[in-house]
């Protein structure tokens, strides 16, 4: 193919790196290098060893990167047995710089794109990681953005700094694509190799390597037509369930008022056989997508001078739901003639949802802190989250169940772990917030359980 440039000359497009690249990826001699070894890079990097790729991860934890090279296993998601292999055949190695960069043939980034304090995107780890690259970026290479971000990022911001720091040209010297991360942690069903991927590119030649690059290891490559079309598939899919989660989190807040029961509702309405998808109420929002991601579109649009009104009130819907939570705790206490200031809450389970260790940004947690500045006595429980913090106060998660049950004032069920005995927890208790639903068909024979 043959690509006219700005001073007017012709310039082939190198097949020979293209043709290169495919072939080090066909017969795995391609050098992969994830950058950022997190719940999305490193079962990516594992992925990567289990079909014959030599993985560099670049972690600038050192921690982390330490782990690793001791495959000590730091992500729920990765399987022990597989990490431990992909090390001791040393198929995967963690370093804490880029000086491997050159040694590279494909660099897949997967660093973390959080909000600032007024739900602005932040890209510093996205641009600060593009400018270490860009000195060292070569003929040939490959660059995929995995990060979920705003529709613009890899074209806009990052592909000005590869090309400016490196005096290369994308599509011409080196390759540039997106592919959004789609992890589910703690999804048994659903892993990195059996989940369809999206992948997007601004030029045809990246767009056919990307897409061979990820077929090696997953079962169905989705292409699309550029990596702003891919970046908003992905931010798209996000904000479907921050509004889904907002609108039943709304429907529990109207129930409430209605004297009816949004469980109830939402299990018959979930009976159509068509039509419909089931979400439910909760605590709010927790993890490191639904609550942020929408807002990296929202401040994009703004570009555009669109409002995009339903992430705007989802958003707001699914913040509010913790002080929603404080306000039925409340109620509750005073039912039995306590004040907040004077009661002792259990909370059972922390982490952000079910079945997993992270509760880093938990709505329990919020819920924790909410009560705690009311001057509640607050404990948990819960068999995946040994210890946490709330304002900095640390806390252990209690060793019995029965016992920090029976002590507590108020049992307020945050997290519905598949693992807890929930109808000796309604035995045990003297009152139960249920705002997850888990205990909805149990006998409650003392009618101790309110649910959201
Ligand atoms: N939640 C509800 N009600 C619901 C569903 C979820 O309150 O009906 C809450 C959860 O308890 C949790 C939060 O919303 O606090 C987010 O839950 P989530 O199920 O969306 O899980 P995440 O954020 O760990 O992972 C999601 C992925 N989950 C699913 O598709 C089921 C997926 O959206 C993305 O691949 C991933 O974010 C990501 O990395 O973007």
């Not at 990097?45 to 000590?72: C, D, M, Y």
């Not at 047995?81 to 992909?86: D, K, M, N, S």
């Not at 404080?326 to 079945?355: C, E, M, P, R, W």
Request: hydrophobic share 40%; glycine share 6%; charged share 20%.
């Amino acid at each position: 193919m043959v690509l006219a440039v700005s001073n007017s000359t012709e310039k082939t497009v190198s097949n020979k790196d293209k043709e290169e690249i495919i072939s080090k990826i066909a017969d795995r001699s391609a050098i992969v290098g994830v950058v950022g070894l997190g719940y999305v890079g490193l079962p990516f990097a594992v992925e990567k060893t289990k079909v014959g790729f030599q993985v560099i991860g670049i972690e600038l934890n050192p921690k982390r990167a330490a782990a690793v090279n001791a495959a000590k296993n730091y992500i729920g998601d990765v399987d022990d047995a597989e990490l431990t292999q992909a090390v001791e055949n040393g198929q995967l190695i963690a370093v804490s710089s880029f000086d491997c960069i050159p040694d590279l043939d494909a660099i897949v980034i997967c660093v973390p794109t959080p909000l600032t304090k007024n739900l602005t995107p932040d890209l510093s780890y996205i641009k600060s990681v593009t400018e270490q690259i860009a000195p060292f970026l070569r003929r040939g290479q490959l660059i995929t953005l995995e990060s979920t971000t705003y529709p613009g990022t890899t074209d806009e911001l990052m592909r000005p700094i590869l090309e400016t720091g490196s005096g290369l040209t994308q599509g011409i010297d080196f390759f540039l694509a997106y592919s959004p991360e789609r992890v589910d942690p703690g999804n048994q069903r659903y892993t990195t190799k059996n989940t369809n991927k999206v992948v997007g590119a601004s030029d045809p030649d990246s767009l056919e390597v990307v897409t061979y690059f990820y077929q090696q290891t997953i079962d169905r490559v989705v292409p699309v037509s550029s990596a702003k079309a891919a970046e908003l598939v992905k931010v798209f899919e996000n904000i479907f369930r921050s509004v889904n989660i907002a609108l039943v989190n709304e429907l529990a807040m109207l129930c409430d008022r209605m004297d009816l029961n949004v469980w109830e509702i939402l299990d018959a309405a979930n009976t159509k056989p068509f039509g419909i998808m089931s979400f439910y109420p909760g605590p709010g929002v927790g993890g490191h997508c639904i609550p942020l991601d929408p807002h990296y579109l929202e401040w994009k649009a703004k570009e555009y001078n669109f409002n995009t009104r339903f992430i705007r009130l989802a958003g707001e819907i699914n913040r509010s739901m913790p002080e929603y939570v404080v306000h039925k705790a409340t109620k509750l206490l005073n039912y039995q003639g306590l004040a907040t200031s004077k009661a002792q809450i259990l909370f059972l389970g922390v982490a952000y949802k079910k079945d997993i260790d992270d509760w880093r940004e938990s709505p329990a947690v919020q819920v924790m802190q909410l009560l705690q500045r009311e001057g509640a006595k607050i404990g948990y429980y819960d068999p995946f989250v040994p210890f946490l913090t709330v304002d900095e106060h640390p806390l252990m998660s209690a060793k019995d169940m029965d016992t920090a049950i029976a002590q507590a004032d108020l049992v307020i069920i945050t997290t519905d772990h598949s693992q807890v005995d929930y109808g000796a927890a309604i035995g045990l208790a003297k009152a139960i917030l249920d705002t997850r639903g888990i205990t909805r068909k149990l006998a409650d024979p003392d009618r101790k359980v309110v649910l959201l």
